[in-house]
């Protein structure tokens, strides 16, 4: 079975040792996205800033790889606080307008995230 990982040059450097991405055959799998600016690795102020850029640099690593959001069949969201959630779908909603059917989808709070994050998703999209 093929598999390549794949770096994008339009998402943020990772901030530990791994891929942006891995592409198994006609399946890509996603390492977590969190709010960051490409350009300064720092974090966006506010979790609904963080939940707008951490989708765009979810695109950007799925465009790397020849993907695109119409090809997402699930996503993981972490939150660092669930009173959050509202807000946060209501900009996830917003990314996959125009879709017949949003993706698969879990979301979970979690104790913490890296760089203090209030954001984070991960996605699976297949060909």
């Avoid at 979790?47 to 790397?64: F, H, I, P, T, Y």
Wanted: glycine share 8%; with cysteine; aromatic share 8%.
């Amino acid at each position: 079975m093929n598999k390549k990982a794949i770096i994008a040059d339009k998402a943020p450097a990772a901030v530990g040792p791994y891929s942006h991405a891995y592409l198994v055959g006609e399946t890509l799998y996603t390492s977590g996205q969190l709010g960051l600016i490409p350009e300064t690795g720092e974090l966006e102020n506010g979790v609904a800033k963080q939940a707008q850029r951490g989708l765009d640099n979810l695109n950007a690593v799925l465009e790397e790889a020849g993907f695109s959001r119409q090809d997402i069949v699930k996503t993981t969201i972490f939150l660092a606080d669930m009173a959050d959630f509202a807000m946060v779908n209501d900009i996830y909603a917003a990314f996959f307008e125009g879709q017949a059917e949003y993706p698969a989808r879990s979301c979970v709070q979690v104790a913490a995230l890296p760089k203090a994050a209030r954001f984070e998703i991960e996605a699976i999209a297949a060909k």
